[in-house]
């Protein structure tokens, strides 16, 4: 660990730079010697101004940590949510010898046309218009040259620092070193092109021919492999702008614009929920940069690089706590809770519930469209970090996908309200959950369970009840850590005895020397006691170095 911080001490030095100009009182007192008592984040747009002045791998730390609103107060998150970082183009020469590195062919034979200007800059990639031979536009997103080296220096230094921050509670409590290894993996994946293709492809499948939406109304990318590496992500072009813009007229659309924000909520909406709660894979980055409404009327969902995987048990668990949300059910949402994470310490239930009560009872007396739901998850989620439990990263990535979406909609239509919208769908999705995609196949199935039942229950409880007269029947009783318990056990009374044995020898040397009025019995007494000291000093560091003194 310390050979790998002295390799990064260049980087170091420039981290402690950074942080010191933007004046963070904290890493002061630290360096100077003055005890502090607890570490403290600098405020939320001085953090964000030291993250996006020590680069990309920060700025990528950043977001990461804007999805982590059990980690972070919500001013931090807010803050977070909409970092980027400031960095200009790479010049096309560099480009030029990448693309020509990553194209098997020669550049003048695959495209018509590229255009050397950036539409768009990155902190990991930039993006240039180019033209197929075959004619077709596309949109070219090239990693930056050498972005992969400072990368996995950075990652480095993060994973040293987390494995010396781990040696304090604060570092423990927050599980710094897991923080940093999802932060590896997240950054490392976001370096594959093929792996966000790979995810781009499949958010298109997974729209195709969808009950909950038209499908024709939202696209995603296509992608063409033929051309795409690691480093190099070749796709559809599609022209468009920024959905939140403010001016559909102004790429042909001439409607009725109320209606037409309201229709693209609500094909956000069911979007979504198709990918939370049907799919289990959903796009994690819905902010407004990366929808877009396209020439056509259609809306595009770009950049797929950050994605969210979810098992079929928490898609239960979340579609079970925004009903109790909704019904502001605190006992509900502690239990539910307790599926959804993993408890540090022991959890006093009583305690959490009624940290849901007083939460939820907040929103007692307000309207449906008043809740920024949101909102109210990240700190349902806050409430169960102050609770010793601890929140997997798909929650936080959840929390913010809903927070971006419920974000875009309440900007497209003020009178949005996500009760009314989810409704129809909640209950198209219990209904799923309960006899599955197609309702006859699972009532066949039960049916033959039960057939299976009916036909082994009399012969097993037959052979129950002559076991019961026979006197035959065993029970095995298996507890969890009952070893351990015995071991705890036999630890204990063997200390006990070897004390009593100690104190025995200890009284005996006293009388021994006490009734010897010759001297001639001194050396058993004196050998006894020598003993006796010798043995009592041996269990006393024993007992110190198993840690168990308190």
Known sequence: MFLRLAKTSSRQRDIAEVVLRNGWGYMRRLLSGTKAEEPQLPPPAVLRNILTELGPVFVKLGQLLSTRPDLLPPEYIQELTALQADVPPVAWQEIEILLRQEVQEPLDTVFAKINPDAVAAGSIAQTHRATLADGREVALKVQRPGIDIT?????????????????????????????????ATALRGELNFSQEAECTDQLRRNFVGSRWFDSNRLVVPEIYWDLTTDKLLVMEWLDGVPLLNGDFQGIGYDGDRKAEEQAIVSLLIRAFFQQIYIDGFFHADPHPGNLFYL??????????????????RTQQALTEMMLAIVNLDAQRCAQLTLQLTEPIEPVNMARLEADYDRLLRRYYNLNLNQVNFSKLFYEILQRARSNNLRVPGNMGLYAKTLANLEGVARTL???????????????????????????MQALLRTALDLKSLGLQSPRQIEMLLDRVTSETLQWKVDLRDLDLLRRSIDDSANRLSFSIVVGSMIMGAALILANDNTGRLFWISSTLFFSASFLGFWLIVSILRSGRLR
């Open 151 to 183: 990368i996995e220096q950075d990652i480095t230094l993060l994973r040293s620092l987390a494995e010396l921050a781990s040696l304090t509670k604060v570092g423990q409590y927050y599980d710094l070193k897991a923080l940093a290894k999802e932060f």
């Open 295 to 312: 020439n056509d009327g259609r809306l595009a969902l770009l950049d797929s690089g950050m994605v969210g995987r979810l098992d079929p």
């Open 413 to 439: 239509d003020p009178e949005f309200n996500l009760t009314e919208q989810i409704k129809p769908l909640m209950t198209d999705l219990f209904q799923r959950q309960i006899v599955g995609e197609a309702p």
